[in-house]
């Protein structure tokens, strides 16, 4: 017969996933970005139907396993001319609008700068169009947090990891 502790040792040794081989370092670097923008959401019974404004902050974490040679998994200088530069041209002082919002025909007419989405501009939707676009320019992108004010913010993470959207908004 077993002790205990003995029978814990054997399910530990013959049913137990393996260990890893040694600790895997993972370093991580984080931006943070301000921009203004304007939007509204279709579908929606709530305040957030009307055109309104938001005083935007995104978050986005990059990940990696190595240093490069200058010690760096990127340069925060890089980010900022890719990823800053990307918000600050598209989305800084814009309203984002669904391109079927019947409102895009009457704004552009008057000249307002518009982005126009696939999507209804949600706050789910912008922190996905942000992550998307910091990835596709090669960025080892771990996460966006987009925060629509100081207490409404929305998450999105690795898709490989975890895909997981979680928020804490619209009150």
């Known amino acids: 017969m ?11 040794h013959n049913f137990a996933p393996p260990l890893l081989p040694s600790f895997l370092p993972m370093f991580r670097v984080t931006r943070q970005i301000d921009f203004c923008y304007g939007h509204r959401l279709l579908n929606y019974d709530g305040k957030c139907k009307y055109l ?63 982005y ?18 910091t990835e596709k320019s090669g960025f080892p992108i771990l996460e966006c947090h987009l925060w629509e004010t100081p207490e409404l913010e929305t998450h999105l993470a690795d898709r490989h990891l975890a895909r997981e959207v979680g928020s804490r908004r619209r009150g």
Do not use: C, Q
């Open 52 to 114: 309104h404004g938001h005083n935007g902050r995104a978050i986005i974490t990059l990940e990696g396993e190595k240093l490069d040679e200058r010690g760096m998994v990127l340069d925060f200088t890089d980010i900022k001319r890719v990823v800053s530069h990307w918000i600050d041209t598209n989305l800084d002082h814009r309203m984002l609008l669904h391109r079927e919002d019947p409102l895009v025909s009457v704004l552009l007419e008057h000249g307002e700068p518009l």
């Open 116 to 133: 126009l989405m696939d999507e209804n501009p949600t706050a789910e939707n912008i922190a996905k169009l942000i992550y998307d676009i």
């Open 2 to 12: 077993l002790t205990h502790a003995e029978y814990v040792d054997h399910l530990l």
